[in-house]
């Protein structure tokens, strides 16, 4: 990465303006300026230089009478100096600073670009900041803010939160769904803690939810006199009985299921205490042999050891709260829509999948399949297609204690563990809990993330196109 020059800091920040948009220029702005050959110390703003670098990708670029003209260069606007081997190193400077700024700033009071900001890590791609001045696409374009994806907690979420979760669920890449519920996971900490405020109003009411809304009408109705307030409703002619908004919504939701059905298993994530894997590290303590037998202490005056303290705290069935199965998929879309059966089998009793189950209503079906297919019709080639697939996966064989009730289910994926992509099979993610576990000691935390990844993270992308 080219090292930055500040010999002209003291220039800059005379003058604290673009020289090409006349927008203020921000700090990272003049703490990182364009690294120019000739060293004319000539400066402008992230977005002016984002755009430079977005035209220069396109071949012809179209004039405000309609003509083409061939592509632009990366010179200097100044000097007219070549700075197509540094543009890219600065920009990345630049928007490197701005994210550690943003660090400290929660996620409601940012804007869309914040927070795409916010959560920029330097081996990501470079974000577009042209303000939206790059050419479309072909195709349809995905939906900017879909609701279904939230898991009930728009409520509690900004519109430019709306739009940037929206946007990360529908990438098509797994590290970014797992971004995805990591944010909405903090939403929903937020919320239990008691510091969410309802703040993403419809169109119809204020209230967190459509039932907290028809309550607040009845109420409002039957203080000015309506008796009936909260009841179906008539029409006009005294026919047919009227239906409440309330209602309306859920069947909107349900028709919308059917239309474009959401993957069987989602993106969550969850953080969990240490001290959810004390059973699996004194499980794991008896069967790798480290608790000696001759600390059994029955009979013979010596206190109880391990292995007595294995039968208080498990009982003769004691079981960890949860249980790891290895899996391998498929490489098909259509496995997103499906969830593993795990039984036991073997002398061993050992857990493994038995098989899959789909969609079983007829409308849901053909939606999947409509899903599936624009996958294959697809004229632009993704270039996560030609990216390795790890097709070697471990799925939750059984789930009990908090996990469970925080929403891990039975047939997840683990993808992610503390942020980082999960590698290994069942056995290398046991060691795994079992030593944060012994390293932490109850108290400690560990964050999980299930679902996030290739083939749903594949069908959310698709889905986003059906409109």
Known sequence: MATTDTSGGAAEEEDSSCPICLNDMCKSDTLHPIQCPTKCNFNFCIECLCHLLSSSKDDYEMASDGNRHVKVHLNCPNCRADISKTIEDTIRLRQTALAEELSTVPDSELSAKDLQLKHWKQEDEILDLTDGKKKKKKGPEPMLIDKSLFGGLEFAMTVEEQKYVTKLMSSGYPNELCQ???????????????????????????????????????????????????????????DMPGVTNFQREMEQQKREKLRRPLPARMPLC??????????????????????????????????????????????TGGTASMTFVDDEWDGSVADAFARAQIGRTGKD????????FGPQNPAEKASVQRIIAMGLHEDDKRDSLTR????????????GGQAGK???KKGDVVTHINGEEFVGDAAALHALLVEAYEQQGRDGVIMIVVNAEDCTAEALRLRARVH
């Open 180 to 238: 995805g519920a990591q944010i909405l996971a903090g939403i929903a900490d937020n919320i239990r803690n008691g510091r969410a405020v309802a703040v993403a109003a419809t169109p119809a009411t204020t209230a967190p939810n459509r039932a907290a809304a028809e309550t607040a009408r009845a109420t409002a109705a039957l203080q000015s006199g309506y008796s009936n307030a909260g009841l179906s409703s008539r029409s006009r002619d005294g």
């Open 349 to 356: 009793n050992r857990q493994t999948v038995k098989g899959r």
């Open 406 to 408: 925080v929403g891990i």
């Open 270 to 315: 969850v953080s969990l205490s240490t001290g959810e894997f004390e059973k699996m590290a004194l499980q794991y303590r008896q069967t790798s042999g480290m608790v000696d037998p001759s600390m059994s202490g029955e009979g013979n005056g010596k206190k109880p050891g391990w292995k007595s303290f294995l039968k208080g705290m498990l009982g």
């Open 388 to 399: 390795p697939i790890r097709f070697q996966r471990v799925l939750i064989g059984s789930v």
